[in-house]
């Protein structure tokens, strides 16, 4: 069983940045693709970024060049750094953590972020 926590979110203004973080509980931390979703009011959940176990990134395009994940194996924590936020990245942002052997997921609670203009 792997319990995610994320922190970090909170209010900021257009072209300012903010560090997410969600810290992960369990083992194998290591393996685990872990990912950061956001969902907006009215809108279906998406994709933000994710990283493999050995570090590989991916990001969705709309965020590209403006945010970074990174995870650090020893804390089993994953962040994401936020620069040049828009009004549009307004969302409750999401941790995702996938055992890629059982392909289990598991989620965190959300944390929110809100971009004033």
């Known amino acids: 069983q792997v319990q995610l926590v994320e922190s970090g979110g909170g209010l900021v203004q257009a072209g300012g940045s903010l560090r997410l973080s969600c810290a992960a509980s369990?083992?194998?931390?290591?393996?685990?693709?872990m990912g950061w979703y956001r969902q907006a009011p009215g809108k279906q959940r998406e994709l933000v970024a994710e990283?493999?176990?050995?570090?590989?990134?991916n990001y969705a395009d709309f965020v590209k060049g403006r945010f970074t994940i990174s995870r650090d194996n020893d804390k089993n924590t994953v962040y994401l750094q936020m620069n040049s936020l828009k009004p549009e990245d307004a969302a409750v942002y999401y941790c995702k953590g996938r055992n890629p052997l059982s392909q289990q997921d598991y989620w965190g609670q959300g944390t929110q972020v809100t971009v004033s203009s």
């Open positions: 990283i493999r176990g050995g570090g590989s990134t």
């Open positions: 369990g083992s194998f931390f290591s393996i685990y693709i």
